[in-house]
Each structure stands twice: as structure tokens, then as C-alpha cells.
């Protein structure tokens, strides 16, 4: 019986150890990947990168000059997709998770959201140009960009809006309920609050995504050139993705702007972690606090 229990216990740590290593392995491929890229493309393109690059117009075809038009392009479109998609994302999340009753139509809403998740982003910017460009004529604009983008990183703030409402615990409802407190008041006072890192975490997975995203940008708000920064939001613009794009496909000297392509997509990498590090910290900040 003994040397049974311990044949038993043998197994239970020899399988935990076996997929302790497993998740190790997959996290060690995971970052090696990711430094394997970011030396790849800093070998490649931090020669391109100095003030001129990063303060003025391109020029030349696009051989010289720099990609000041696509940042701030990029940081537009990336910070009005979260401006659309937070706020609707975190009410929904709301709603399914507070107030909606569980039956059909709450399968239904949350499969749509699945769905919208799988759905290609080229489909997204489709949609984006015959809705928002043609049909509200808004024309190819930081607005119709912006709510392309919204669109495509509404169900990733909503699951993780979710998640993070679904975590905090009944006993915080349950107390500011008993206090006199009514169901909004609770929401707004106590869930909300309690849920805010795990609603930050959605946000920023959405910004990375929409910082990073080619598809939706060149139908809605993205051209090949303009030397000129947006002064509205119906104003078409440059962004660092579509540049990428233009500078490595539709160029007219290719291979002498190769290691501008390289140098944009290093830009594109840090001013994405850089968006994701200030939301991080902002997030780690709500933790201490609670």
C-alpha cells in the first residue's frame, strides 16, 4: 500500500515537473524570439535613426528625409482607436457581466464578440471604407481610421473588461449593497475601481494592436505622402505601418531605402512599447494604491 501511494506521488511530480518545464521551455522561445527581432532589426536600421530622421518630412522619393508625418500619424490613430473602443468596450463588458441576464441573447452577444476577434483585419478596413469613407463620407481621415481601428480592438478590451469584472470578488457587491448603496453606485464606486488594472491590461493590448495594424489604415486614413502633420481629425496622414509597407513593396528605389525600412520598423517598435511601458506603469500605480 505504501509503495503504491509513493508510485503515485513519484508520478504526480514527475508529470509536474515535466510541464513546469514545458511552460518554461515556452517562455524562453517566446523571449528569444522577441530579442532575436529587436536585434535584428536594430542591427539593420539604427544607423538610419538619428534627429533629421525623426524630425523631418520624407524627401526624395522617400530615399531622404525623415518620418515625423508617420509618428505623429501613428500615435493619432493609435491613441483615437482606444479613445472610441474604451469607453463602448468597458460598457459592454459592463452590461453582459452586471446587468444582462443570463439566457440566448447573452450566448449571442458573446459569440458575435468571438467571432469579431477571428475576423481578418483586412475585413475590418473594408468595412471602414464602405461605412466610414464612403457612406458617412467622412473620406480617408484620422476619424475613419481611428473608428476602424476602434472597431478591430473593441472585442479584445471587452474579454479582457470581462475577465477583469468576473474577478472582483461578490463580497465587494455584496457590501456596498448592504451599506445602501444602489447597484450603478456600486458599479461606479467599487467594481469599477477594484477592475481597473485588469481593464488597463485590455487597453494596452488593444493600443499594440492598433499601433501595429497595415490593413484598416490604408483603406480608411493612411496615404503613400503627405510632408504636411494633421491640423484635423478629417485629415488624411502618414502612419509607420503603411510607410513600412510603401518603403518595401511600392517604392521607387527599394533596396536604397532598405535601411530606412528597417530604421521605421525599430521606430514603430519602441514608440509601441513605450505607449504599452506608460500604461503599465499607470497600472502598476492603480495596484498600489489599492
Not at 509513493?6 to 515535466?18: H, M, T, V
Not at 500619424?73 to 493609435?78: E, K, P, R, V
Not at 475590418?124 to 471604407?129: K, Q, V
Not at 519602441?270 to 498600489?288: D, E, F, H, S, T
Request: charged share 15%.
Amino acid at each position: 500500500m505504501n509503495k503504491t501511494n509513493e508510485d503515485i506521488q513519484w508520478r504526480r511530480k514527475l508529470s509536474q515537473g515535466i510541464m513546469f518545464w514545458f511552460f518554461r521551455v515556452a517562455a524562453i522561445i517566446n523571449g528569444l524570439a522577441l530579442l532575436i527581432i529587436v536585434y535584428f532589426l536594430t542591427a539593420k536600421g539604427w544607423r538610419a535613426i538619428n534627429w533629421t530622421f525623426l524630425t523631418q518630412s520624407p524627401m526624395d522619393s522617400m530615399t531622404k528625409g525623415g518620418i515625423l508625418p508617420c509618428i505623429v500619424g501613428t500615435l493619432c490613430l493609435s491613441l483615437g482607436a482606444i479613445i472610441v473602443a474604451l469607453p463602448i468596450g468597458v460598457a459592454s463588458a459592463v452590461y453582459l457581466n452586471e446587468y444582462a441576464r443570463p439566457g440566448r441573447l447573452v450566448r449571442i452577444i458573446r459569440l458575435g464578440i468571438n467571432n469579431l476577434a477571428g475576423v481578418p483585419s483586412v475585413v475590418f478596413g473594408l468595412f471602414g471604407l464602405a461605412f466610414f469613407v464612403v457612406y458617412l463620407k467622412m473620406g480617408v481621415s484620422i476619424l475613419a481610421g481611428s473608428l476602424t481601428l476602434g472597431a478591430m480592438t473593441l472585442p479584445v478590451i471587452i474579454g479582457a473588461s470581462e475577465e477583469a469584472l468576473r474577478a472582483v470578488p461578490d463580497t465587494y457587491r455584496e457590501a456596498s449593497l448592504g451599506l445602501g448603496a444602489s447597484k450603478w453606485q456600486t458599479i461606479y464606486r467599487v467594481v469599477l475601481p477594484t477592475a481597473l488594472p485588469g481593464i488597463l491590461t485590455g487597453a494596452i493590448l488593444g493600443l499594440s494592436r492598433a499601433a501595429g495594424e497595415t490593413a484598416p489604415i490604408m483603406f480608411t486614413a493612411a496615404v503613400f505622402f503627405t510632408p504636411y502633420l494633421p491640423s484635423s481629425i478629417f485629415d488624411e496622414i502618414m502612419a509607420l505601418p503603411y510607410h513600412i509597407y510603401v518603403l518595401a513593396t511600392a517604392g521607387t528605389e527599394i533596396e536604397a531605402t532598405r535601411h530606412l525600412q528597417y530604421g521605421t520598423a525599430l521606430v514603430l517598435i519602441v514608440l509601441v512599447l513605450g505607449l504599452n511601458l506608460v500604461a503599465i506603469l499607470y497600472r502598476a500605480r492603480l495596484q498600489k494604491r489599492r
